[in-house]
């Protein structure tokens, strides 16, 4: 019902910025709350930034002041600005929305930041 498309991801050093962008299929408005997530390998996937809905927003303390989660115009998309860079913040990155009580994820980009 809905599908979610990453892209952004890449090899930067450290201090460098990105940014990641999310399109989503089918119709979606401001109160579907939409969200990136990452994953390293062997850990855990984790919340790095989620807008609630209303355009309210949530971060990871490990991000706060440094990325930026925002919404288009249209609804159905998602940006996480990701600005000095960390080999910490390497990972997979995914964009999740709940959409009809669901949650719905995308394949993921990758983003790799070296020392």
């Known amino acids: 019902q809905v599908e979610l498309v990453e892209s952004g991801g890449g090899l930067v050093q450290t201090g460098g910025s990105l940014r990641l962008s999310c399109a989503a299929s089918g119709i979606i408005s401001s109160r579907n709350a939409m969200g990136w997530y990452r994953q390293a390998p062997g850990k855990e996937r984790e919340l790095v930034a989620v807008?609630?809905?209303?355009?309210?927003?949530n971060y990871s303390d490990s991000v706060k002041g440094r990325f930026t989660i925002s919404r288009g115009n249209a609804k159905n998309t998602v940006y996480l600005q990701m600005n000095a860079l960390k080999p910490e913040d390497t990972g997979v990155y995914s964009c999740r929305i709940t959409w009809y009580q669901r949650d719905y994820w995308g394949q993921g980009t990758q983003v790799t930041v070296s020392s």
């Open positions: 807008d609630i809905g209303g355009d309210s927003t």
